[in-house]
C-alpha cells in the first residue's frame, strides 16, 4: 500500500473489487457452457477437462473465501499497521496442492500470497474457466445446428433402410454432439450433405421420373421414325447405314429405379436422367444422318439438272459428249439404291465439262 494512501479508501475499493469478483463467480456458474458440461453424462475430452473445470471452479471459490476472511480481518482492526499488513502483505493462506511429508504422514504446505497476487490469480483462473465454457457451448451449439433440422427432413422419406440409416446416424452424432461437444466430429458436415442428398431426391423424385419418362417417350418416338426412314434410305442409297439405337435399356434402368424408390440414391437417379438423354440424342444423330443421304442425293440431282439447263443455255444441248456425261450422271442418281458416292463424281465430271466448254467458246 502507499504509506500516503488513506487505508479506509483502500479497504473500500477492495470490498467494492470483492463485490465485483462475486458477481463474476455467479454468472460463471450460471454460464451456459458450464450448465451443459455440468450435467450431462460426458465422455471423451469432454470429461477430462469437466474434471479439471470442475475442480478449478472449488478451488477459485476457495480462493475467494480466503479472500473474504483476510477482507473481514482488515474490515474488524483499528491498528493502523495491523491494517496495512493484512492490505499489503502474504496474509492470505492458501491450502497447496502438493503435499509434503513429515514424520507423522502427508501434509498439505500452505502457501501465503497478498491479496492483490490473490486477485491476479483469480482473474486467470477464471478467464480460463470462462473460455472453456465458451468453447463447450459453442461447439455445441454450433453442431446441434446441423444435426437438429435433419431429424425433420427424413421425416418425410419412407422408411427405407438408407434412410433408417441415415436416423440412426444422426440420432448417434447428436449423442457425441451432447455427451463430448470439445471433441471435434468431422462426419457431421458430411452426414447433413446426406441428408439432404436423400431429402432432395425424395421430394423431387416423382417429377424427375416423370421427367424421364417423357424423354424417353420421345425417344421412343423418335426412334420408330428413325426406323422408317432408315428403311427408306437403305431402299433409295447404297453404302453403310447406322443401327438406330435402342430405348430400352434406360427405360428398365427407370422402371428399377421406380420400383427400388426409396433405396434409391442421387447418383443412380442422375445416371438414369443422363442416359435417357444420351439416347435421345444418339437416335436424333442418326436420324439428321439418314436425312442427310437422301438430302445429299436430292441436292446431287438438282446440280446436275442445273448444270444441264446451263448447257443448254450455252448452245450445248447437242453435245454428244455432254448428254453421255449427263446420262451416266442421272442414271447412278436415279439406280435404287443410289451410289452416292459415284454420282458425286458423275455430277462433278459433267460440271467440269460444262464449264470447261463455256470457257473455250468465251
Same mark, same amino acid.
Given at each position: ?10 479497504? !473500500? ?8 469478483? +462475486? ?50 480481518? +482488515?474490515?474488524?482492526?483499528?491498528? #493502523? ?28 504446505? !500452505? ?7 490473490? /486477485?491476479?490469480?483469480?482473474? /486467470? ?37 438408407? /434412410? ?14 451432447? %455427451? ?28 424427375? %421420373? ?8 420421345? +425417344?421412343? +418416338? ?17 453404302? %453403310?447405314?447406322?443401327?438406330? #439405337? ?59 439438272? %442445273? ?29 435404287? #439404291? ?25
Amino acid at each position: 500500500m502507499d504509506p500516503d494512501m488513506d487505508p479506509d479508501a483502500e479497504l !473500500a475499493g477492495l470490498r467494492a473489487e470483492s463485490d465485483r469478483v +462475486a458477481q463474476s463467480l455467479l454468472a460463471m456458474d450460471d454460464h451456459p457452457g458450464h450448465r451443459l458440461l455440468r450435467g450431462t453424462r460426458l465422455t471423451g475430452v469432454s470429461a477430462r477437462r469437466w474434471e479439471w473445470a470442475n475442480d478449478a471452479m472449488v478451488g477459485l471459490w476457495e480462493w475467494f473465501d480466503a479472500y473474504r476472511a483476510v477482507l473481514a480481518q +482488515a474490515s474488524a482492526t483499528r491498528d #493502523p499497521l495491523e491494517l496495512r499488513r493484512l492490505l499489503t502483505g502474504p496474509e492470505v493462506v492458501l491450502a497447496a496442492q502438493v503435499p509434503v511429508r513429515t514424520l507423522t504422514g502427508p501434509a498439505v504446505a !500452505a502457501e501465503r500470497i497478498t491479496l492483490a497476487e490473490l /486477485v491476479a490469480r483469480m482473474k /486467470v483462473r477464471y478467464a480460463e474457466l470462462t473460455e472453456l465454457f465458451d468453447e463447450a457451448h459453442g461447439e455445441w451449439a454450433r453442431r446441434l445446428a446441423l444435426l437438429d433440422p435433419l431429424g425433420g427432413r427424413l421425416a418425410g422419406p419412407a422408411d427405407s433402410a438408407v /434412410v433408417v440409416g441415415l436416423r440412426d446416424e444422426v440420432a448417434a452424432a447428436h449423442a457425441r454432439a451432447v %455427451a463430448d461437444p470439445l471433441t471435434p466430429d468431422p462426419g457431421v458436415a458430411d452426414l447433413a450433405d446426406r441428408v439432404a442428398e436423400v431429402a432432395v431426391l425424395h421430394e423431387g423424385f416423382a417429377a424427375r %421420373a416423370d421427367a424421364v419418362a417423357a424423354r424417353l417417350a420421345e +425417344a421412343a +418416338a423418335a426412334r420408330r421414325e428413325a426406323v422408317v426412314l432408315r428403311e427408306r434410305v437403305v431402299a433409295r442409297i447404297a453404302g %453403310a447405314h447406322p443401327e438406330v #439405337p435402342e430405348v430400352s435399356g434406360p427405360v428398365r434402368a427407370l422402371e428399377g429405379l421406380r420400383a427400388r424408390f426409396p433405396e434409391v440414391r442421387e447418383r443412380e437417379v442422375a445416371e438414369v436422367e443422363s442416359a435417357a438423354g444420351a439416347v435421345l440424342a444418339r437416335v436424333r444423330a442418326v436420324s439428321a444422318q439418314l436425312a442427310g443421304s437422301l438430302d445429299r442425293r436430292s441436292e446431287l440431282r438438282g446440280r446436275l439438272e %442445273a448444270y444441264r439447263a446451263k448447257a443448254t443455255a450455252r448452245g450445248f444441248a447437242e453435245d454428244a459428249g455432254l448428254a453421255a456425261l449427263h446420262r451416266v450422271a442421272r442414271d447412278v442418281l436415279h439406280a435404287a #439404291p443410289c451410289d452416292l458416292r459415284a454420282g458425286t463424281v458423275a455430277v462433278a465430271r459433267y460440271q467440269r465439262a460444262v464449264l470447261d466448254r463455256t470457257e473455250a467458246v468465251r
